[in-house]
């Protein structure tokens, strides 16, 4: 019995004895905001947005009574308002790059009213709706 305790004791020692092996341990951030890899951003972004869960409650409110408050008529007076405007201005843009150019003056379109002069750097066109706010546009020559 002696005799095992002894040979297992010096077989302990012997394989304590040996030399551990490891290597050194190499931080490298993931985050791109950390140092990290640029490349890795569109997916850590992707990854967060899908387990975000959260929901901003104002902005859920916010679509609901837009969607429900907008009737019929109000809806076809802001889709008019806007295919004029987009139409304005498309008209505006050709006559400027077309032969005839632009033509200084006043114009109403609905609640809008318009003004076109020339300046110094181009033509200076003011829209003002009836609820006063008012926009400076300023299309340069070219």
């Known amino acids: 019995m002696k005799y095992l305790f ?3 004791g010096v077989v302990g020692m012997c394989l304590c004895s040996f030399s551990g092996q490891a290597q050194a341990l190499i931080y490298q951030a993931k985050n791109p905001a950390f140092g990290g890899n640029t490349f890795n951003y569109q997916w850590m972004l992707s990854s967060a947005q899908v387990q975000d869960k959260t929901k901003d409650p104002e902005a859920l409110s916010a679509t609901r009574s837009a969607l429900t408050s907008q009737t019929a008529l109000g809806s076809f007076t802001e889709s008019l308002n806007r295919q004029l405007l987009s139409r304005l201005s498309r008209q505006l843009v050709d006559d400027q790059f077309g032969e005839d150019g632009l033509k200084e003056g006043s114009y109403q379109f609905g609640d ?13 066109i003011q829209i003002a709706d009836g609820q006063g706010g008012e926009t400076t546009i300023t299309v340069p020559f070219y």
């Not at 076109?116 to 033509?123: D, H, K, T």
């Open 6 to 8: 002894l040979v297992s």
């Open 112 to 124: 809008f009213f318009v003004n076109i002069s020339r300046g110094l750097e181009g033509f200076i």
